[in-house]
């Protein structure tokens, strides 16, 4: 291997210095250390470019200037890092901080990042619970158990609901003045305040009953039950009845969007809508269109916004959207529209609508969803063991069995005349009703049990059950102890020895 010549062994100790670490950081090895701990914090917290260019830009003007005041600069590193966190309003908590910093062996505490932070005269700046209200949100809608209960009890999309919690603690917050809020950490107080926000939600709105627990909310979020309770029982005096018609108002300056004027135009409410539920594009094109195909067809309708509701669920359902019927009559009711699910079924009844009739949900779409609401109840499992003395699978498959048969007995002419979900309620109940008379035992089902698990009031299915026992006869009890032979008469054995 040949010597280099001069030229080129100058070029090479340019190299050297500019790539070697070592040579590169000589003499700023604590400087190095320090920075690489910070980018390790900013990539295992997430923060974003404007954090982290202020905590750097932070580090290196305290240790310029309060040189002598430092002991450590992993400390000094925790102190910016954290003062950055505050001045953008990130949700991030100090004991998340500390966390991250002991999880790569460095010692630091939340005490000693408040004592440097005093010694080097930063002043600190105080967060509020409107900083955690959106990271609350986001992890209660996150929660497994928690999603259950939102499509089980309140049947709208999670999503929809994540964005309406929000609105809530916003509005509820709005009503607490900082003052009255003294002695109260932002994090837990904005976990109640979600708390206390599902519960008005579900009284003043739904008129059913709220999804969190205070067990629940305080499991998903790491914080104590018993500071959940004290703060929701503050937070409940701030609440007014009103509340309801605050949140529209207030979901209408969040979204974009105004109270709905009479001359505004249902295409105009369709567009909010779509934006509201963030529906693809494609989506909001297909409602638009088949409204003004129906509106210049159909000009004896009188409401045109069924008229728009109904085109949401014929576009919903032939691009293959999961969003059930009930999720766009709530959107359109926080809106301010007057809208049910029985108003747009007898208006496709009237219109007649056989070209696209296939795309709107019908009972039998609902019954598999209706069986799993009603076994997943803890009540209902103990009085199918005790009464039927079966497992509920097999019970569920006799439901979904069964409700197939009676609905093909059915005409389609006088089903379309019924809600679908509701139908589909009255149905399973009827089927366990006559299951049980069947097999000479009580039933499983009550109509407590029914509004428990489905959200239907009692009153609406007594509506249905005397239309739907017209229908069942001996044809159908013969095919169930053919189809179900091995545990029917299972069944009626332990019956006979209890």
Not at 28 to 53: A, C, H, P, W
Not at 412 to 424: D, E, G, N, Q, V
Not at 450 to 464: C, F, G, M
């Amino acid at each position: 291997m040949e010597p280099l010549d001069s030229a080129h062994q100058t070029q090479f100790n340019k190299l050297v210095r500019y790539y070697h670490i070592p040579s590169a950081v000589k003499g700023k090895e604590t400087d190095y250390r320090t920075l690489k701990i910070m980018k390790e914090v900013f990539v295992r917290l997430q923060l974003s470019k404007g954090i982290q260019n202020r905590a750097l830009f932070l580090y290196r003007e305290h240790k310029k200037i309060n040189k002598e005041k430092i002991s450590s600069h992993t400390l000094l590193s925790a102190v910016c890092i954290h003062h950055a966190i505050r001045e953008h309003k990130s949700p991030v908590t100090i004991k998340k901080l500390v966390e991250t910093y002991q999880q790569l062996r460095h010692r630091v505490l939340g005490k000693t990042i408040r004592e440097l932070r005093t010694k080097l005269g930063i002043k600190p700046i105080f967060t509020s619970s409107e900083n955690y209200v959106s990271k609350i949100c986001s992890i209660i809608c996150q929660e497994p158990v928690i999603v259950d209960r939102i499509l089980s009890k309140y049947k709208i999309n999670v999503r929809v609901y994540e964005h309406i919690l929000k609105l809530l603690c916003y509005r509820i917050l709005e009503h607490i003045p900082p003052s009255d809020r003294g002695g109260k950490r932002p994090r837990p107080f904005a976990v109640s305040i979600a708390y206390v926000a599902d519960k008005r939600f579900a009284r003043l709105i739904l008129n059913r009953s709220s999804v969190l627990t205070q067990k629940i909310v305080a499991k998903a979020t790491d914080v104590a039950e018993f500071t959940v309770r004290e703060h929701s029982e503050f937070a409940f005096k701030y609440c007014t009845d009103d509340l309801y018609a605050d949140v529209r108002q207030h979901l209408y300056q969040h979204t974009e969007m105004k109270p709905l004027p009479e001359d505004i135009g249902e295409q105009e409410l369709i567009k909010r809508v779509s934006n509201f539920l963030e529906l693809p594009h494609k989506t909001m094109n297909r409602t638009l269109f088949l409204y003004e195909n129906y509106h210049e067809v159909y000009q004896e309708v009188t409401d045109k916004v069924q008229l728009s509701a109904l085109c949401f669920l014929f576009a919903l359902r032939e691009h293959n959207h999961n969003i059930l019927p009930i999720e766009i009559i709530t959107t359109y009711k926080l809106m301010g529209c007057r809208i049910t699910e029985s108003q747009l079924v007898k208006l496709l009844n009237k219109l007649e609508l056989k070209e696209v009739e296939t795309v709107f949900l019908q009972s039998e779409d609902y019954i598999s969803t209706v069986c799993s609401l009603i076994c997943s109840s803890l009540k209902v499992r103990t009085r199918v063991d005790t009464k039927y003395s079966m497992s509920i699978q097999a019970y569920k498959k006799l439901l979904l069995f069964a409700s197939d048969q009676l609905l093909l007995k059915l005409p389609l002419s006088k089903r379309k005349l019924f809600p679908p979900y509701t139908f589909a309620v009255a149905l399973v109940y009827t089927v366990d009703k006559h299951f049980a008379k069947y097999i000479n035992t009580s039933s499983v089902l009550t109509f407590e049990l029914i509004e428990d698990t489905t959200r239907i009031l009692h009153s609406d299915i007594r509506v249905h059950i005397d239309f739907l026992s017209s229908y069942i006869s001996n044809d159908i009890y013969r095919f169930w102890e053919d189809s179900f032979a091995s545990f029917i008469n299972g069944t009626k054995d332990n019956l006979i020895r209890q």
